[in-house]
């Protein structure tokens, strides 16, 4: 009783008289009695420095006689529909198509299909209705004060890239932090607190700014930032891929992006405006670095530590095989090569087919005699498999500069707008050590994709530095494998499609029960979710979301306390003593 009555009184009784909140144990969405009136919406207008938005699906454009959006342009949509920074500039447009539709318990789905014919009908689907377009801190704390008032199911997103849905709720209110774009160069910067006695070169990116722009920013000062690697950059920098823990091709030799991060700013449920790193809310600064995104607030802005920039050398490899036995052994050759490569500092991306292998990898501020030397002993192996069935093509060549190769491999492209689940595995040094010949095979099957972006330094800080799940400190390579549909799939061939994808979970879960998987890349349908996502860390996690966001206003599917919620994430499912003392 101790500890939940100091908790109302301290971190809920002052906000709470102050924004008038009333006791429920469900939020409110669009088409409810309780819903905001159009003069309730025009008094938070009033709040907030830009219009609100009203988000609409990334196809409705092309519907003419959608009111929503009566710009008609379709020409944009369909030459821009795969483009990450094309989807990213709209609030209602997700990087995985199949977030943009709802699919109802009787089967049917709610769409807003690319192709007009399919359906004929442009409809909102699970894009939020209205929301904020936040620029300031003032603007966020306005929109979570609304929301918490009027019980409103809340969504917050920058880009979008999500596989999990998280960035979209049917009937939603949004917190759109696209347009928070400052970025600041420290070259000696100290992070807050009254212990604070250490400086970095260090850069502060607001919750906007997206990895092409920190990268960018970045050289100009001649400096290299850990961050995520996808075509056009897109992928924002400061939102759920610092949350989720991450992972950069860097990261073998700099660590992980929660490794690099020095400070993060935040907005709470009950307004409150916070910076934390190691000096001050040590602990909320401990659970946003891994512990998961739109959980404990709305993040303004990180300040990440940079590095020199150095050359970077670049080893492509790519083997056509012809021999069903040849490729699995080559696979399972190359899991067990994961160690040592990156414990060298390699860090990249490769795919699985039934007949190719190929990958990329960087390896930042090393010189060709050491990129020759470390590659000889997978150079050596697969030589030996050429006599059965194989060809082969590897490259070692050099940049000056990690930012340079950047802009050749990832400055354009596209790999956005698709229906798609994925699921993950963090295969860990003894899973590639003993396990490497049955988990190819599963690889095999799938077409797998595999980002080399642990072990090395990622290994070397303690498990318990962060929030992150502790099973990447032990990794050497994530795994996926994923499914994908077409516009206007029924909801019976898309069960086909995830049960495949579940059966593909378990065959690799089976093989590595222990080792985890990326809460960002992967499904609604883990079979351990909390293990995997988040480890032993999950109980403390689950404290500190409590402490800081006392009004559970941020719910998000396999999220943090989401096992207290019921499907749709609307209704607590729990009734307990905390239920009673929290507002909703």
């Known amino acids: 009783m101790g500890p939940i009555s100091t908790l109302a009184l301290v971190g809920v009784a002052g906000p709470m008289a102050a924004w008038g909140k009333s006791y429920s144990s469900c939020f409110c969405t669009y088409g409810q009695s309780c819903w905001p009136s159009a003069s309730t919406f025009t ?107 009027h019980n409103l199911k809340l969504i917050v997103k920058n880009t979008g890239h999500d596989f999990l849905g998280r960035s979209a709720a049917r009937g939603s209110f949004m917190v759109w932090t696209h347009n928070m774009k400052n970025i600041t160069y420290h070259d000696m910067f100290t992070p807050q607190g009254p212990q604070a006695n250490e400086a970095y070169d260090a850069i502060t990116l607001g919750a906007g700014v997206q990895w092409h722009e920190a990268y960018a920013a970045a050289n100009n000062h001649g400096r290299l930032i850990v961050g995520g690697a996808s075509y056009g950059g897109s992928v924002g920098s400061s939102g759920g891929w610092l949350t989720g823990g991450g992972h950069s091709p860097l990261s073998p030799s700099y660590g992980l992006g929660v490794d690099n991060a020095l400070e993060i700013s935040i907005v709470l449920s009950t307004g409150e405006f916070l910076t934390v790193n190691n000096n001050q809310n040590s602990d909320l600064f401990w659970a946003l670095r891994g512990g998961g995104g739109s959980t404990y607030g709305i993040v303004t802005s990180v300040t990440y530590r940079t590095w020199p920039m150095v050359p970077t050398q670049l080893y492509t490899f790519q083997a056509n095989i012809t021999n069903s036995s040849v490729l699995l052994e080559l696979v399972g050759g190359l899991l ?43 150079h050596n192996f697969t030589t030996s498999l050429a006599p059965f069935g194989m060809v082969s093509d590897e490259q070692i060549s050099y940049s000056p500069s990690w930012y340079e ?148 206003l941020f719910v998000v599917a396999k999220g943090v306390g989401s096992e207290d919620w019921n499907e749709d994430l609307t209704c607590r499912i729990q009734t307990d003593l905390f239920d009673m003392m929290t507002p909703r």
């Open 43 to 149: 008094q938070l207008q009033s709040q907030v420095s830009h219009p609100l938005i009203y988000p609409v699906p990334s196809a409705s454009a092309c519907y003419l006689s959608s009111a929503s959006d009566p710009s008609g342009n379709c020409t944009a949509v369909l030459e821009n529909w795969y483009e990450g920074n094309w989807r990213s500039t709209m609030p209602g447009a997700m990087e995985a198509q199949n977030w943009e539709t709802f699919t109802f318990y009787n089967g049917s789905i709610a769409a807003c299909y690319r192709n007009m014919s399919i359906t004929g009908v442009c409809e909102q689907g699970s894009v939020p209705v209205i929301g904020v377009d936040a620029r300031s801190v003032e603007d966020i704390q306005a929109a979570v004060a609304f929301s918490a008032k």
């Open 336 to 378: 067990r090569f994961q160690t040592q490569f990156t414990d060298d500092g390699w860090g990249g991306y490769g795919a699985i087919t039934n007949e190719q292998l190929r990958f990329f990898y960087f390896g930042p501020n090393m010189t060709n005699e050491t990129a020759v030397a470390t590659t000889q002993g997978w």
């Open 405 to 552: 190769l950047f802009e050749v491999i990832f400055g354009s492209g596209n790999q956005n707008g698709l229906n798609l689940m994925f699921t993950s595995r963090l295969l860990s040094r003894e899973t590639v050590a003993t396990k490497y010949s049955q988990i190819a095979e599963v690889l095999i099957d799938c077409g797998s994709e595999f980002l080399t972006i642990a072990g090395g330094k990622v290994s070397k800080f303690a498990a318990d530095s962060a929030g992150l799940n502790p099973a990447w400190r032990n990794a050497v390579v994530e795994t996926t494998c994923g499914v994908n549909w077409e516009d206007g799939a029924s909801s019976q061939d898309i069960q086909k499609s995830i049960s495949k994808l579940k059966g593909w979970i378990k065959a690799t879960y089976d093989l590595s029960p222990d080792d985890g998987a990326y809460l960002n890349e992967a499904s609604l349908f883990e079979i351990d979710w909390q293990k995997d996502f988040f480890g032993s860390h999950y109980s403390a996690l689950k404290a500190i979301k409590n402490k800081y966001d006392p009004y559970q």
